[in-house]
């Protein structure tokens, strides 16, 4: 049955053909058993903590598996908390799993996903705001998202909370002191001063709050339908933005017929990009259900680049998907703009109130135009880069049950009730705010948290 206490391991990086390659060992027993398997000038358990030390890591026979850098670590002084070992090993995908293999062997058990962060979480390492933090910079595809990661995991969320919350319970605590000892508490004038704490509580949650639709686009990536007639560019386009030949490009019409999609840097964003079939009437069974699900993805879509071929005349079926795109959530690129053009930007305007962007994927011109206009369209006109932003859904959830209990509050004060009847919302926004860095939460919910990491993590 498996423990919270057993030791455990895992990979630490990716199992595959490398320079190094690292096993992580977390648990009471993580030296002493990691030990059994190393040599070197002398026993694991006799070095000391945060060393690095070479040796060698031996079969049950003695002989040598792979030349090593073992990293001895002792509790709380860890990732985890707990006494731990790193060993890092040559990167071949065979000598990994030998040694992964031999070091189950002496009784450590395979590590679940997350779980090395859920033990820094209950070890008090860092709190459920800065473990989560762990995951987005893990995944971070942009620079902005690993910026945001990296000032959550250094505390800046839990920090405001912790301080929020901090003059909550204070200002709670006073009341319930008043009402019970009137003598020595006097709550004339309270709600005055209250309130100008209370208005200070609200405006920096709100900030939060504000911050999460622009956050969630950070962290997960804008999802981007590129659509258009065939042969316009789309397949082109795609793998101009993703480096590398992603979709097959021909003259032939119809070539794109399934979607195919791609996750790409764009300055400071990540696009999850989906390429489409070309719009068009076609007999073509397999090309129709691709049309279809391309008009579908266009209707879901955060973003919706919308690809002209600017040498060709607009068709009946460009000006009516023109006249239906919503211009706050669709650029049209005008492409093949190294070739003559027949279509401009005051052609396009005639049918669409939006954002316009001479383009091609042949020479790169309007790259910079299209980042510019997608920073205006979701950050207007680009990312404020001292901001911290909310990413996680059930941190905004929380915020906006701590917002909802201390308007309540604040109702409470403007219709003239006494202190006593505001003060069970108070301990419900402590409660909420609570939630966001673990120190009110629920065993399944950390499970729930912790099996999303990666494994190693």
């Not at 309270?190 to 911050?211: A, G, M, T, V």
């Not at 005051?346 to 011109?365: A, L, M, P």
Request: hydrophobic share 35%; glycine share 8%.
């Amino acid at each position: 049955m498996k423990s919270e206490y057993d030791t455990i391991a895992a990979l630490a990086t990716p199992l595959s053909t490398a320079g190094i390659g690292i096993i992580r060992v977390s648990g009471d027993e993580s030296v002493s058993l990691v030990d059994k398997i190393y040599k070197g000038r002398a026993t694991l358990t006799s070095y000391e903590p945060n060393t690095i030390n070479y040796g060698h890591i031996v079969d049950t026979n003695g002989d040598t598996v792979d030349e090593v850098l073992v990293s001895v670590f002792r509790a709380p002084h860890s990732y985890t908390g707990e006494d731990s070992v790193e060993i890092n090993c040559h990167g071949g995908i065979y000598v990994l799993k030998k040694v992964l293999d031999l070091v189950y062997s002496t009784g450590i058990r395979p590590a679940e996903k997350g779980e090395f962060s859920k033990r820094a979480f209950l070890n008090g390492r860092m709190d459920l705001s800065e473990a989560e933090s762990v995951m987005d910079l893990v995944s971070a595809g942009s620079q902005s998202s690993y910026k945001n990661s990296i000032r959550q995991l250094s505390g800046f969320l839990s920090k405001k909370v912790k301080k929020i919350r901090s003059e909550i319970i204070h200002e709670a605590a006073f009341v319930e002191a008043a009402l019970d000892d009137p003598e020595h508490y006097d709550l004339d004038g309270f709600d005055e001063k209250f309130e100008i704490n209370l208005n200070l509580w609200i405006d920096q949650i709100k900030n939060l709050i504000d911050s999460y639709h622009q956050g969630s686009l950070i962290r997960d990536g804008i999802n981007t339908v590129i659509s258009g007639r065939p042969n316009v560019g789309k397949s082109s386009l795609l793998n101009f933005l993703s480096g590398h030949e992603k979709a097959i490009v021909t003259d032939i019409p119809g070539t794109t017929r399934d979607m195919i999609e791609e996750r790409v840097s764009l300055g400071d964003v990540v696009l999850n990009l989906v390429d489409t079939a070309g719009i068009r009437k076609t007999d073509d069974t397999v090309e129709s259900i691709g049309v279809q699900k391309a008009i579908d993805a266009q209707s879901e879509a955060d973003l919706n680049l919308y690809l002209i071929d600017s040498s060709s005349s607009l068709n009946e079926e460009d000006k009516k998907f023109l006249k239906d795109f919503d211009p706050a959530s669709t650029v049209v690129l005008l492409n093949k703009s190294d070739l003559d053009t027949n279509v401009d930007s005051d052609t396009i305007h005639q049918f669409f109130n939006g954002k316009v962007v001479i383009f091609s994927t042949k020479t790169g011109e309007g790259y910079d135009d299209l980042k510019l206009a997608i920073n205006d369209l979701f950050f207007n006109g680009g990312l404020d880069k001292d901001r911290f932003y909310i990413t996680n859904e059930d941190n905004y959830n929380n915020l906006c049950e701590a917002m909802k209990s201390l308007n309540l509050v604040k109702r409470s004060i403007a219709d003239g009730m006494s202190e006593d009847f505001f003060t069970s919302d108070l301990y419900d926004a402590y409660r909420s705010l609570g939630y966001i860095i673990g120190e009110e939460v629920e065993e399944d919910l950390v499970n729930k948290i912790f099996s999303d990491f990666c494994m190693g993590k």
